[in-house]
């Protein structure tokens, strides 16, 4: 069974602070998909990033940017001169065929625990 | 264009009473599927769908009924509910069954007394 384990469950920074939450997954699978997603205070999920087990390239998008290495497991995810508004809970998750390997059969989303992230003026 | 659409958005049962939350997409996803978000645990999955007419149970199955007559419709039926049902529920949708990107509505939070 597959794994994904956010060890911080809460981080408090001031604003414009720089901020990394670690991500460290186990799966057996050679062919995999990393997420991230956000759950702000208002309690909706939303994506923020896709990543599948062949491309190791570091992705940025805006104060976002994301650091995968298979060699230790990890998807780590970096917020860049914090905001106020990047105050949320954020979640890793793996994805998994469910059936046998055979993607087409159906997939599930395993979740971290999410890390509470608290940006103060 | 709505994305992913859920009803109620709250809900308060009493023990064995059930209900059915709605879930809707309007982006013609072939594939949905139903959360339950628990303090602490992230979100584990209940019921999937991999297209109309076929559907499949999740992780955490016990207690739940799902039917998709329609490439739309995805509704979760609690049959009796209980306290330990009280939870909030995400239904999410993707363009297509292979480890496409799950995209999430807004969630029910059911209150089971």
């Known amino acids: ?121 | 264009n709505a994305g992913v659409t859920q009803t109620p958005k709250f809900q308060v049962l009493k023990t064995g009473q059930s209900m059915t939350l709605q879930c809707a997409q309007d982006m013609n996803h072939e594939y949905m599927s139903w959360y339950r978000q628990d303090p602490g645990m992230g979100l584990r999955l209940i019921h999937y769908s991999v297209g109309a007419g076929i559907t499949d149970q999740g992780e955490v199955p016990n207690g739940y009924n799902v039917s998709r007559s329609t490439t739309e419709d995805f509704p979760l039926r609690l049959l009796s509910a209980a306290p330990s049902q009280t939870s909030v529920y995400f239904c999410a949708s993707s363009s297509s069954v292979r480890r496409e990107t799950q995209y999430f509505g807004p969630g029910t939070r059911l209150l089971v007394l």
């Open chain 1, 1 to 121: 069974a597959q794994k994904v384990t956010q060890a911080q469950t809460e981080i408090s920074v001031v604003e414009k602070e720089d901020v990394t939450l670690d991500c460290v997954y186990e799966t057996r699978d050679t062919t995999y998909y990393l997420f991230w997603y956000k759950q702000p205070p208002s309690g909706e999920l939303v994506f923020l990033i896709r990543r599948n087990s062949f491309d190791e390239q570091n992705e940025i998008s805006g104060r976002y940017s994301w650091n995968f290495q298979k060699s230790t497991s990890s998807f780590n995810f970096t917020i860049t001169a914090s905001q106020v508004v990047d105050s949320a809970v954020y979640f890793c998750a793996l994805s998994e065929a469910l059936k046998g390997g055979d993607f087409d059969a159906g997939n599930m989303l395993t979740f971290g625990g999410g890390t509470r992230l608290m940006v103060k003026p």
